[in-house]
Structure formats: structure tokens, C-alpha cells
């Protein structure tokens, strides 16, 4: 049971480039989320989705879109990444009130 | 929407020391409450959580308390370990429907010495 993987663990990007970061999880959960962790800023909530076939914004969803692509799967992308979007990125699912989380994506953008 | 207001860190403790991290929150309705951690490369994970008021989540060593009158949940543990050393969140939630989103605190650095 391997629980919630991210890939790739380190990115490094330049301006403009576009790139998916992956996640998966083998818990049949409904739920997942994508959240980007800043220093002293917490977790801030980019997408969810509450199950297979939907996707809601979070706090801070600009320049980014997301793709529930089975039960298992649910995917970042970046079209265009910019130096703002520099920062760890963490995905996660829920069962009833409680989330798991990734171990998270580095991603530098130059 | 909910809010967080969290100790500011880092805190810097020696082995079996008392630790409190207060966390006092704004939300509407009933949030459950929820503290998680984050070790030094790793995602986060759930430490405890309180679903209504006056009940004490407890976990590891860890206990905090849900305070309905002072919109509170502190987090404390009697004697920290070097192990302990890590970055903690407080984070509530709106209770019921199918999104459950929480709302993280800026996080407390913690570092427990020898």
C-alpha cells in the first residue's frame, strides 16, 4: 500500500515552460486535493476535487489546471510556469475528515 | 471564510520540556480541528483532531483541547523528544458535505535538542 505518490520529487523549469506534475493514490478515495506549501505562508489549497469527473477551484488556482483522470489520479499542470510559481507542491486525498498526504513535488522556475 | 492564527516559531526546546503552540481560529458554523505535522522532507500527516467542542484529541504524547468560547485548540506535550522535532499545523475545517477543505495556520518550526 504505497498510500500517495508524487512525481517527479525535484523539478527545475525555466519561464514559459509547461510540465504535469502527477499524483496517485491507491486508497479508493473520492477526494483529492492540490495544495503548494510557501515558507511562511502554510499550505494554500490550489484545486480539488471532490470525486472522479469533478474539479473546484481552491485559493490560489490562477495559472495553473488540473485533471481528475480516474479515481486514482489526479493531475497539476503548469502552461506557462512563471518564477512565482516556485514552490513545493503537495498533493493529498481524504477519507471522512481526515487527509493523506504526498511527500511533494520541489519545483524551481528560473 | 475560515482563518488561522498560529504561535509564530521557530521554538527551540530541550529534551522533556513542556510545549504549547497555541492556535486560536475563526470559522463559521461548527469546524472540526485538526493538528498535523510535517517531519523534515516528508509530506504532512494527521497528529490528532477534535470534532466538537470540549473534546481532546490526543496522539503521541500530543493532546489539545477544543475550546468553543475562545476559538481555540492549543496543541501541548508533557516532554518533547529530539524526535518531535518538526513543523506543525493548525488547521480547521467546515463540518459536513463532501469537500472537507481545510485551512492551514502558517505552521511552527519546532526544534527539540539533546
Known amino acids: ?110 | 471564510g475560515n482563518s488561522v492564527t498560529q504561535m509564530e516559531g521557530p521554538v527551540t526546546l530541550s529534551e522533556e520540556a513542556f510545549l504549547t503552540i497555541n492556535c486560536t481560529y475563526t470559522a463559521t458554523g461548527y469546524p472540526s480541528l485538526f493538528w498535523y505535522v510535517q517531519y523534515p522532507g516528508e509530506g504532512l500527516q494527521l497528529l490528532l483532531k477534535a470534532t466538537k467542542a470540549d473534546d481532546k484529541g490526543s496522539n503521541k504524547g500530543f493532546e489539545a483541547t477544543y475550546r468553543k468560547e475562545t476559538t481555540s485548540f492549543h496543541l501541548e506535550k508533557g516532554s518533547v523528544q529530539v524526535s518531535d522535532s518538526a513543523v506543525y499545523f493548525c488547521a480547521p475545517t467546515a463540518s459536513g458535505g463532501s469537500n472537507y477543505k481545510l485551512t492551514f495556520g502558517k505552521g511552527t518550526l519546532l526544534t527539540v535538542n539533546p
Open chain 1, 1 to 110: 500500500n504505497a498510500g500517495v505518490t508524487q512525481t517527479p520529487k525535484f523539478q527545475v523549469l525555466k519561464t514559459g515552460q509547461s510540465m504535469t506534475l502527477q499524483c496517485a493514490q491507491d486508497m479508493n478515495h473520492n477526494s483529492m486535493y492540490w495544495y503548494r506549501q510557501d515558507p511562511g505562508m502554510g499550505l494554500r489549497l490550489i484545486y480539488y476535487s471532490a470525486s472522479e469527473g469533478t474539479t473546484d477551484k481552491g485559493e490560489v488556482p490562477n495559472g495553473y489546471n488540473v485533471s481528475r483522470l480516474n479515481k486514482r489520479e489526479f493531475s497539476l499542470r503548469l502552461e506557462s510556469a512563471a518564477p512565482s510559481q516556485t514552490s513545493v507542491y503537495f498533493c493529498a486525498s481524504r477519507i471522512t475528515d481526515t487527509q493523506y498526504f504526498g511527500p511533494g513535488t520541489r519545483l524551481t522556475v528560473l
